[in-house]
């Protein structure tokens, strides 16, 4: 099943705060978050395990709640540079394979 | 460039063409991934290769779809017969291989993709 992220768009001014929500109906082993630029290939962010880490990537940190089978990707202070789609990928158990969720369309104004 | 390299970047093929995309891993990566995605849509998997082997293919159409990843050279993805529905960009991501019980899952590395428009 695929994940389901939400919103599906935001547009922020710069210096503005966002959350992105990737939710599951299955339990999950890990969540992995990348950002897409158009025509672009999908870069790595960070990956989330089960156990509840958070973790960080300069002004981007995720949460990962295993209870609720969701993961928040939390973007502060953003900049231009942080436009693009965000994806989540989630992994069911230990197998390699990603199901991605559709994206999060950000767009960052001056 | 040690990332992962895909060719070609732009393929265009007329309809019952078949199709070949290569991916070469990034450097000391075993563990290949297709994906495709529509416009503006999300990546959707297509299959998993280790070396001489496919691990799960549960996302790869049952007709005119196949890929290989042979001990040497780049993996490919091969797309017989092919139908406008195939137009798509087509992304591989490498992985190392898992270091045993003490490592946690590795990300995904993408290339740049190979964009097929079938006329």
């Known amino acids: 099943q695929q994940p389901v992220q939400s919103p599906q768009a935001v547009i922020l001014r710069e210096g503005e705060d966002a959350v992105i929500n990737c939710s599951s109906s299955k339990a999950l082993y890990s969540v992995h978050w990348y950002r897409q630029k158009h025509g672009e290939a999908p870069v790595f962010l960070m990956i989330?395990?089960?156990?509840?880490e958070q973790k960080g990537h300069e002004k981007i940190s995720a949460s990962f709640n295993e209870k609720k089978q969701q993961s928040s990707l939390y973007l502060t202070a953003s900049q231009l540079s942080y436009s693009g789609t965000y994806f989540c990928g989630t992994e069911a158990s230990n197998t390699g394979k990603l199901i991605f969720g559709q994206g999060t369309t950000l767009q960052v104004k001056p | 460039n040690a990332g992962v390299m895909q060719n070609p970047r732009h393929l265009v093929r007329r309809r019952g063409q078949e199709a070949r995309l290569r991916c070469s891993p990034m450097?000391?990566?075993?563990?290949v991934y297709w994906y495709r995605q529509l416009p503006e849509e999300g990546l959707k998997f297509m299959v998993y290769?280790?070396?001489?082997?496919?691990?799960?293919e549960s996302g790869m159409p049952k007709e005119r779809f196949s890929a290989e990843f042979p001990k040497e050279g780049p993996s490919i993805l091969r797309i017989q017969q092919v139908v406008r529905g195939d137009s798509a960009a087509y992304f591989c991501?490498?992985?190392?291989?898992?270091?045993?019980?003490?490592?946690?899952?590795?990300?995904?590395?993408f290339g740049d993709g190979t964009r097929l428009s079938i006329l």
């Open positions: 991501a490498s992985s190392p291989a898992s270091l045993g019980a003490g490592d946690r899952n590795q990300p995904q590395h």
């Open positions: 450097k000391g990566h075993s563990h």
């Open positions: 290769l280790q070396k001489e082997n496919i691990i799960d």
């Open positions: 989330l395990l089960k156990g509840g």
